[in-house]
């Protein structure tokens, strides 16, 4: 299934989501829990010692050189290289008929972790992030005991040193896999699989398949479909392929499809949204003119025997969806809207006159503000043409002028308002995008920005 939006992250972006991910790392590296040790070991020249360390504590574990690759069809790599450790405790031993304690300080140097993360989803279109291999390799552990009995301690520290690395060898990767599995996991299924647009719409943003790592970034398909909230029916066609290009200036791009911006377009129209009535109370004071059969009879002269003096109304709706062309310049659309014309009658109810065809050529800007894609119209001249009448023939031509007065003042103030509020882009919490470009592709609109991430 072709997708109807596409995210991109580069390089750049996966640096700077694992700068964030490091940062919770180090911290959750730091609360270690690690076990009390024990045991006994036979020291040259003084016999069998009784040694006991307790109340181990992590003063801090860095990790200054870290770099995250994506691995094609695979997921995404984390190699950590050069990260060291401190920690403090006490100890305890028992030689002969001699007991002692004091405390002792160990310092780990040049560790090595690697984290291989597999990515996938879920049944509901959400992301799945897990931890399928992890390794970690110590290369030097040094321990320095104090107290009277430091110097014995120090006989056989290499033992004492080789537990610790391998104590804490496991102990990272499983605080790895749990930091995975709570915080990265929890995290990207923040990101919505539908999102509510109004009372009317909803947009469905479930990826129709795992995300894909490539050399150069991470790939998700969405569905990309907008949908009525009141009635679901399957959208009438399908999604083309993208071409998506190779740019990498910025942290993430969104590639929003024709597919997606048309089936809002389906969405709207099968939720009955397009539908707008002009009445004269929204005729603007500075038109000098009114909504009414006096002025209609300039241009047909029987509606003031047949109504003569009535108010009237127009009543306009999309006979099919208005579908709009994204091209390598510009986005465009030409919808075709009736203008169904009616007297109101003394007892309010309505007698139909006209019905009118009108098309007209409107061209679209879109952009991206606070990680919604906003948009505005703009339209160009109509062309009229009648398409029945229950009062006989005239000429539409006539009536060029107010229909565009209606459109440009009544009707599209109301689409741009609503495309101004916009509509939200697929974004996990605590996410802000800056720097923000728009481009034009075939069939494709290609959205850019850098991300900034507002920590809890």
Request: charged fraction near 20%; proline fraction near 6%; glycine fraction near 6%.
């Amino acid at each position: 299934t072709n997708p109807g939006f596409v995210v991109r992250i580069t390089q750049a972006g996966l640096d700077y989501a694992h700068q964030q991910g490091i940062a919770i790392l180090e911290k959750e590296l730091t609360q270690l829990k690690l076990p009390d040790i024990s045991g006994d070991s036979r020291v040259l020249h003084v016999g069998k010692v009784h040694y006991e360390l307790s109340r181990l504590s992590l003063r801090n574990f860095q990790l200054p050189y870290s770099r995250i690759t994506p691995i094609a069809n695979v997921g995404l790599q984390v190699s950590i290289s050069n990260a060291f450790a401190e920690l403090y405790g006490d100890w305890r031993v028992k030689f002969l008929f001699i007991r002692d304690r004091g405390s002792f300080d160990l310092k780990v140097e040049n560790a090595y972790i690697k984290i291989s993360l597999r990515l996938g989803s879920d049944t509901t279109g959400k992301p799945t992030i897990s931890t399928s291999d992890c390794s970690t390799r110590i290369s030097k552990v040094r321990v320095r005991f104090s107290g009277k009995l430091g110097w014995l301690y120090n006989l056989f520290h290499r033992v004492i040193e080789a537990r610790f690395r391998k104590i804490l060898e496991d102990k990272v990767c499983s605080s790895v896999a749990e930091s995975v599995h709570n915080e990265l996991q929890t995290y990207v299924q923040t990101l919505p699989v539908t999102a509510t647009i109004d009372a009317m719409t909803g947009i469905d943003y479930a990826l129709v398949a795992p995300p894909n790592a490539t050399a150069q970034s991470l790939d998700a398909d969405l569905k990309g479909e907008f949908y009525s909230l009141a009635h679901r029916s399957t959208v009438p066609f399908s999604p083309l392929p993208l071409a998506f290009p190779s740019d990498h200036d910025r942290m993430v791009y969104f590639g929003a499809s024709s597919y997606f911006f048309n089936t809002a377009s389906f969405a709207y129209h099968e939720a009955g949204a397009l539908v707008f009535e002009i009445t004269n109370d929204m005729i603007s004071k500075e038109a000098e003119f009114s909504l009414n059969t006096s002025t209609f009879s300039a241009f047909i002269p029987q509606l003031e025997e047949m109504y003569p003096n009535m108010p009237m109304k127009f009543k306009l709706f999309t006979p099919t969806a208005p579908f709009l062309n994204i091209g390598p310049e510009r986005i465009s659309l030409r919808p075709v809207v009736d203008a169904q014309a009616y007297a109101i009658l003394p007892n309010s109810s309505v007698a139909p006159l006209f019905l009118l065809s009108l098309v007209r050529n409107v061209s679209a800007v879109i952009n991206v503000r606070s990680g919604r894609i906003v948009g505005s119209l703009d339209v160009g001249r109509i062309r009229l043409s009648l398409k029945d009448s229950a009062v006989g023939t005239f000429q539409v031509r006539m009536m060029q002028s107010l229909m565009n007065v209606f459109a440009s003042s009544i009707l599209l103030p109301k689409l741009n308002a609503r495309l101004d509020e916009g509509f939200p882009l697929p974004l996990p919490d605590r996410i802000q995008l800056f720097n923000t470009l728009v481009r034009f592709h075939q069939n494709f609109l290609l959205l850019g920005a850098d991300v900034h991430f507002q920590p809890q």
